[in-house]
């Protein structure tokens, strides 16, 4: 398997960070090849305005290994923020060649202020998207069309991915590792960055990242944070309908259309989103994570766990401890 080719867009007056941190979560990230011997699961290239090299807002130097005229083919991505973007000559350079090449990208992310590189192509009108606090106002005034969410880590809507500031670009490098190539490898990637694989606050991220993402900023925003940190509580369509002063009937109406979800399911998918962490991470015993995330039995946490993943819990544990051992094994004295 090749490895999986990211592109980094670089100009005078990048965010360091917005590159480094990414760059550093894709170049971590390694798979098992045919031998069984670990092999990179990305390329990064880093690529120009132009063949010199360009500066960062806090003077860190980059070297592109290509431009925007020779750039290789990319399967995704990443447009980093800074006040260089925010150029207009800047922006209009960078938003003609995102023109010209997005329908040959399978994905394209923005990190902090890179959206005002996107914005401009036209490419996310009517799209929901996030970005750095303090740009939020501004970015909803200059582009109109966007549907700004001031409160998201990091939203996708179809093949464009959007996050906010700064650290937030590695939480989405690690959601892009984990659907590309699975939770264990996303958690190898975190633990090597010793980072969280996924944090909490903001736009709550859940198993099979962004696939259940909020999107709604209204109550049901802080209700999903909620339900995140409490999920060996009561949480059926009664007991949220209460807590968000709703009546059930209109609650599940109002829910499903914010999430896309009804509510069981949704809840359903925290559970089992938090069981699969906890799996991977700790040695509890299956009776205590079942209860750990709210379900009322270990043989009724086995069933819903087998039927939406098709293996028992003790199975996917004993098959994620295995990759994760392997490979840090190899990184032992």
């Known amino acids: 398997m090749r490895p999986r080719r990211v592109g980094f867009l670089g ?11 990414p760059v550093d979560a894709f170049t971590s990230a390694s798979i098992d090849g045919k ?11 880093i690529i ?3 063949k010199r090299s360009f500066a960062s807002e806090s003077g860190v130097l980059f070297q ?6 020779n750039a290789p083919a990319l399967d995704t991505l990443i447009i980093p923020g800074g006040s260089g973007l925010r150029n207009p000559s800047t922006q209009a350079v960078v938003a003609e060649w995102l023109t010209s090449v997005v329908d040959k990208i399978r994905r394209v992310a923005t990190v902090c202020t890179g959206i005002y590189g996107l914005a401009p192509t036209g490419l996310l009108d009517g799209r929901r998207v996030t970005t750095h606090w303090r740009f939020v106002q501004d970015v909803a005034k200059r582009f109109p069309r966007l549907k700004v969410d001031a409160n998201a880590l990091f939203v996708k809507d179809d093949r464009f991915y959007t996050c906010a500031g700064v650290t937030a670009g590695i939480d989405l490098s690690l959601a892009l590792i984990e659907e590309d190539h699975g939770p264990s490898v996303a958690l190898a990637v975190a633990r090597e960055l010793v980072v969280y694989l996924k944090r909490a606050g903001g736009q709550e991220q859940y198993s099979e ?3 259940f993402q909020t999107r709604s ?5 802080d209700l999903a944070a909620w339900m995140r940190g409490h999920l060996d509580q009561d949480l059926s369509v009664e007991a949220l309908a209460e807590k968000a002063c709703l009546g059930p009937r209109h609650f599940s109406r109002r829910f499903k259309d914010s999430f896309g979800a009804s509510p069981a ?62 490979r840090n094994s190899e990184n032992l004295p």
């Open 48 to 50: 120009g305005l132009s």
């Open 209 to 211: 990242p962004l696939k």
């Open 265 to 326: 399911l949704f809840v359903e998918n925290l559970r089992l989103g938090e069981a699969r962490r906890r799996l991977g991470v700790a040695d509890q015993a299956i009776e205590s994570v079942a209860k750990s995330v709210g379900f009322k039995s270990a043989d009724a946490f086995r069933r819903v766990f087998e039927r939406r993943f098709g293996v028992n819990p003790s199975t996917y544990r004993k098959r994620f401890h295995v990759r994760l051992g392997r």
């Open 64 to 69: 592109p290994h290509a431009t925007v005229r």
């Open 11 to 21: 100009f005078d007056g990048v965010m360091a960070l917005d590159v480094i941190g």
């Open 35 to 45: 031998d069984g011997t670990p092999q990179a699961a990305y390329e990064v290239t």
């Open 217 to 221: 900023v209204d109550r049901f925003a």
